[in-house]
């Protein structure tokens, strides 16, 4: 059985789960039955993590959200959609393997599926940039959608990512024009949109692939113009602080769903997605079906006309200054 990874405020629930494999050890090599006392254990350390789940600060919800072992955007794909083709390249420089994405069906309708890959191990969080994506994975993402546009299937899009790739190379190849361009055509496109923050959903690596019809998040997701740890550098000259910006940052997708900017929350297992991929997954899938039909039916000016005015509704506030008699 692989080592479940805890993360700091999880100690106390690893120590449990350390005693509860030990006395699994112990009855497997003896004829000594201590199932009871495992049960009592399993009970002990399944309400733990439901108290410590229950209270936990915008700080501790971005560590979750950056889990090692949280499922991906491939893990979904193989858990919620079907006859999935992947297809590659940008047609101008190379193929971003930090972006994957292709035709699939969802529910038994053709559809295109795409989003930020990390990696689980070495090799592979090399290959894959750690999800951060160059300008190249950013045009992919593009092609494909106009591709998606071009025979009207609907768009699935999975952001997990702590942002774009600031490397000079991924400058020089023109990375702000190259996310910008996403936003503005996105904005337009002609097929339902309907995104999802699995993990990180940071800065303009994000927005890149998340102008949608239908925002969702999971319960232990972030979604913010900036990590916590980049803010406080900025605000504070030292990432130590990266708890403070976290909470003053609003990262939280209850926080953001009361701001409007979010559709709906994902719940997700006790003790977060990692715990239970296949749950996790049957939960999104409802999720994802619900935001297609409420889609679905709407005629293209209607969808445009929709999401045009969810964009201009970002920012509005209301100005509560007293009478000045």
């Given at each position: 059985m692989a080592k479940k990874t805890f993360l700091d405020f999880e100690q106390a629930i690893a120590e449990l789960e350390g005693k509860i494999e030990e006395l699994r050890y112990v009855q497997t090599e003896s004829a000594v039955d201590i199932s009871d006392e495992i049960e009592q254990l399993s009970k002990k350390s399944l309400q733990l993590t439901k108290d410590i789940y229950s209270d936990l600060t915008p700080w501790q919800i971005t560590k979750i959200a950056r889990h090692p072992e949280r499922p991906y955007t491939m893990d979904y794909i193989n858990e919620i959609f079907t006859d999935f083709v992947e297809m590659h390249g940008d047609r101008h420089f190379s193929d971003d393997l930090s972006i994957v994405g292709g035709l699939a069906r969802f529910n038994g309708n053709a559809c295109m599926v795409l989003g930020?890959?990390?990696?689980?191990?070495?090799?592979?969080?090399?290959?894959?940039?750690?999800?951060?994506?160059?300008?190249?994975?950013?045009?992919?993402?593009?092609?494909l959608m106009k591709t998606a546009e071009k025979f009207k299937l609907p768009v699935f899009t999975f952001v997990d990512t702590p942002g774009a790739f600031p490397g000079i190379d991924a400058?020089?190849?023109?990375?702000?024009?190259?996310?910008?361009?996403?936003?503005?055509?996105?904005a337009q496109l002609e097929v339902p949109i309907i995104t999802t923050?699995?993990?990180?959903?940071?800065?303009?690596?994000?927005?890149?692939?998340?102008?949608a019809d239908q925002l969702l998040m999971l319960q232990y997701s972030i979604y913010s113009v900036i990590s916590p740890e980049g803010c406080a550098s900025i605000l504070w000259k030292t990432s130590d602080r990266a708890a403070d910006a976290a909470e003053a940052l609003g990262l939280t997708p209850h926080r953001l769903k009361a701001l409007g900017l979010v559709d709906k929350i994902i719940n997700e297992p006790v003790g977060g997605a990692?715990?239970?991929?296949?749950?996790?997954?049957a939960s999104l899938k409802r999720g994802l079906a619900d935001a297609w039909r409420q889609l679905s039916d709407l005629k293209v000016k209607e969808l445009l006309d929709r999401r045009y005015e969810r964009l201009q509704s970002y920012g509005r506030f209301s100005d509560t200054k007293a009478d000045a008699r």
């Open positions: 930020q890959q990390k990696g689980r191990d070495t090799r592979e969080r090399t290959a894959r940039n750690f999800g951060m994506s160059r300008p190249e994975g950013y045009r992919k993402a593009l092609r400058e020089e190849r023109g990375q702000s024009e190259a996310i910008g361009r996403n936003i503005f055509e996105m923050i699995i993990g990180e959903g940071g800065s303009g690596g994000a927005l890149a692939i998340s102008v990692h715990r239970d991929t296949k749950q996790m997954a």
